[in-house]
């Protein structure tokens, strides 16, 4: 249960940074690393465009189209939330 309550609180008082943010194809995300994190990608419309789990703190977004999106990271019921630009 410490463990659990240690990633909460990283995930919700932690400063977990996204660069390059505008990209052209990856994200990498800094403060991550010391625990698993799950993803999806919204349009600004609310659709579900990409789901899955963060890998060496590395997202691919070669396969979205340019344009801008919602970026949401979690683990379990924590939640953190990002504007992300494809360019």
């Known amino acids: 249960n410490d463990l659990l309550t ?3 609180e990283t ?5 977990v940074l996204i660069y390059p943010n505008p990209t052209t ?3 990498n ?16 419309q609310g659709q579900l465009i990409k789901t899955g ?3 060496n703190s590395i997202i691919d977004l070669t396969n979205l189209n340019k344009g801008v999106y ?5 683990q379990e019921s924590k939640l953190r939330t990002f504007k992300l630009i494809k360019e």
């Open 29 to 44: 995300l800094k403060g991550t690393e010391s625990f698993s994190l799950n993803y999806k990608i919204y349009s600004l």
């Open 70 to 74: 919602i970026l949401q990271l979690y």
């Open 11 to 15: 995930l919700s008082n932690y400063n």
């Open 53 to 55: 789990q963060v890998d």
């Open 25 to 27: 194809s990856y994200i």
């Open 6 to 8: 240690s990633i909460s």
